[in-house]
């Protein structure tokens, strides 16, 4: 499927040249050419700050992990998770996979989280009393991950930071409500679908989304959007600062080799930083040849006329293709929020509101993929629907959340 994308906005851009060729700007070919080169050079850029990035979190979560707090949290989520699915036992390897999974996305680390993943599903497979199609607990898992609630989305703060932004951080609080938002959505639909009773504790487990939540709501009520904007830039800065020096404190006191185990993590990193950077090239090229040729203008203009016809805010419209490719591969909207933020500007509405999208929404499709192939799953029943469904009404709470945040932008 990426190949066929990746042809395509090839193709386009190139008929979107011939078009303007033909209209008597034949230099065209010559700026399609020059938006060729900048995107490898922004592609260096990217990739050298993410490579940093990545290499400082992936070290801090091995620290993190010699120290025993991933497994301190991964304690603390298995008895929600053993209520969601009551048919894995308790004690089961499967707990703890799918426990040290979500620790992983609650600090950001994709790729960290994806291993973990990867176990969770074969050890839900263990199971599972079909060979070919999903099980109850494997579905729930599935929406766990396609809404993962991220509470420091580092790799945002990293592409925002790169792009010149004077706070990177400032949309932390956007990213966090509307993660909460769309795993309250999801659990809340998955429960209803498997007929999951909620008892005491899975009670007290939505209460407490449902408490953060409205703490925030009257937040927002009782600021302005200045002070709002102020508020996330402060409680996203601080809490980077926070865990960063808790964990350091943690492994000190238990006396693990802090130094060295953020090396052999930061290592991991940096491969890791490595393995995204072809895909950045790769996308970036043909988003800047697509966009060069006029035809992502064309698509904006038609998509905001229509909008606009329907008495719509049109503001967000040049964040929407990345809005729509989250779902089908995240490489793929990587490049396209990074493309917004080059053209509109790292702190443009549009810009935050793809950065909010792409921090609290998954790649259904990649999950879905990835973690059915691994243990050979055809039929997904409705998986699929129910996850495209989750995300969709992530990614359009994400849009209203940024309107509340930014609304003079």
Not at 5 to 22: D, E, H, N, P, R
Not at 352 to 370: I, N, P
């Amino acid at each position: 499927m990426l190949s066929r994308l990746w042809l395509s906005l090839f193709l386009l851009g190139l008929l979107g040249g011939c078009i303007t060729a033909w209209h008597g700007q034949t230099q065209i070919f010559a700026v399609i050419a020059q938006a060729l080169t900048t995107s490898a050079e922004t592609s260096v850029h990217i990739g050298l700050t993410l490579a940093g990035v990545m290499a400082f979190w992936l070290g801090m979560f091995k620290v993190a992990e010699s120290a025993g707090l991933v497994d301190a949290l991964a304690r603390s989520l298995s008895p929600v998770l053993r209520r969601l699915m009551p048919e894995v036992p308790e004690g089961h390897p499967a707990l703890g996979a799918m426990s040290m999974n979500l620790a992983a996305n609650l600090l950001g680390l994709d790729n960290a989280a994806t291993p973990f993943g990867l176990r969770a599903m074969r050890e839900l497979q263990t199971l599972n009393p079909s060979a070919t199609q999903v099980s109850q607990a494997q579905i729930m898992f599935l929406m766990l991950n396609c809404n993962a609630l991220c509470l420091l989305p580092v790799s945002i703060f990293a592409y925002r930071a790169q792009a010149g932004s004077q706070d990177p951080a400032l949309v932390f609080l956007p990213i966090l409500i509307s993660s909460l938002l769309a795993l309250s959505l999801a659990l809340s639909l998955t429960m209803l679908i498997q007929r999951v009773r909620p008892d005491r504790v899975l009670v007290a487990a939505l209460c407490v989304l449902g408490l953060i939540l409205a703490g925030l709501g009257v937040l927002h009520h009782e600021l302005s959007a200045l002070a709002l904007s102020q508020l996330s830039s402060i409680v996203g800065n601080a809490l980077i600062l926070i865990v960063i020096v808790g964990i350091l404190l943690t492994g000190t006191w238990r006396h693990i080799d802090i130094y060295a185990d953020f090396i052999q993590g930061a290592a991991e990193g940096a491969k890791v930083a490595l393995s995204i950077f072809p895909y950045l090239v790769a996308m970036l090229s043909a988003l800047a040849v697509f966009r060069a040729g006029g035809m992502m203008d064309v698509l904006l203009h038609f998509l905001q006329d229509g909008w606009s016809a329907l008495g719509g805010d049109t503001a967000f419209m040049p964040a929407l293709p990345s809005l729509l490719m989250k779902p089908f591969s995240g490489s793929a909207a990587r490049g396209m929020l990074l493309d917004v933020i080059h053209h509109e500007g790292v702190d443009s509405f549009s810009a935050r509101v793809a950065a909010v999208v792409q921090g609290s929404t998954e790649t259904t499709f990649y999950v879905m993929t990835v973690y059915l192939g691994s243990v050979s799953l055809r039929d997904e029943r409705y998986a699929l629907s129910l996850g495209l469904l989750t995300e969709l009404l992530g990614a359009g709470v994400a849009v209203l959340v940024c309107y509340a945040f930014f609304p003079s932008s």
